[in-house]
């Protein structure tokens, strides 16, 4: 079946800081990728996507790129914000587009 | 601007009590999915509906039984609580169209934080 794994977290950033999160994919085919955020004390909500090779999803200063040679989908971001603390997860989507499989999630503590 | 909607938000149950998880979403969609959560870890899929009364189990549905009689509903039901339900609860939903991509991106509800003591 699918999976999905992610960096193990937690990461802690200075302000500023540039943000890295990896996040790597096994899929039959190959499925659209999604990053979602979770705050603290609410539901996950979507960040970007990207449906196939080579694309770039972007949101909010996120960016991530789709690498099918790789079957990455790395998040990254130039310059963070004490407001992106939160938790990130990767997801990719089944072909069928019924079911999403989620990494691990990884905490984001950003410090002023 | 509702959304998906979880009650409780928070609950304690004693081992062998059953409790109903509710969901309820206002955007006519299709799709919807319950995940747990667990402490480090990613979100496990226990059922998904595709629709009104079709649904099929996930990764871990033991211990969970679902209904889906409306659009707008999905309950989930716990029937004897053990520890190991112990987690943060989320339903979701998604819009079924022709397009694949549409189905993944999924709308969450707030959770329901649930302790089996």
């Known amino acids: 079946g699918n999976s999905v794994t992610q960096m193990e977290g937690p990461v802690t950033l200075s302000e500023e800081a540039f943000l890295t999160i990896n996040c790597t994919y096994t899929?039959?085919?190959?499925?659209?990728l999604f990053w979602y955020v979770q705050y603290p004390g609410e539901g996950l909500q979507l960040l970007l996507k990207?449906?196939?090779?080579?694309d770039k999803g972007s949101n909010k200063g996120f960016e991530a790129t789709y690498r099918k040679e790789t079957t990455s989908f790395h998040l990254e971001k130039g310059s963070v914000q004490v407001s992106d603390s939160a938790v990130y997860f990767c997801?990719?989507?089944?072909?069928?587009?019924?079911?999403?499989?989620f990494g691990e999630g990884t905490q984001l503590t950003v410090n002023p | 601007n509702a959304g998906v909607t979880q009650t409780p938000k928070f609950r304690i149950l004693k081992i062998g009590q059953s409790m109903t998880l509710q969901c309820t979403q206002d955007?006519?969609?299709?799709?919807m999915y319950w995940y747990r959560q667990d402490p480090g870890m990613g979100l496990k899929l226990i059922y998904y509906s595709v629709g009104a009364g079709i649904t099929d189990k996930g990764e871990v549905p033991n211990g969970y039984n679902v209904s889906r009689s409306t659009t707008e509903d999905f309950p989930l039901r716990l029937e004897l609580a053990a520890p190991s339900q112990t987690s943060v609860y989320f339903c979701a939903s998604s819009y079924s169209t022709g397009q694949i991509l549409a189905k993944n991106i999924q709308y969450f509800g707030a959770g329901t934080r649930l302790s089996v003591l």
């Open positions: 899929a039959t085919g190959y499925p659209s």
């Open positions: 997801a990719g989507g089944e072909t069928s587009g019924s079911r999403l499989t």
């Open positions: 955007m006519n969609h299709n799709y």
């Open positions: 990207a449906t196939k090779a080579d």
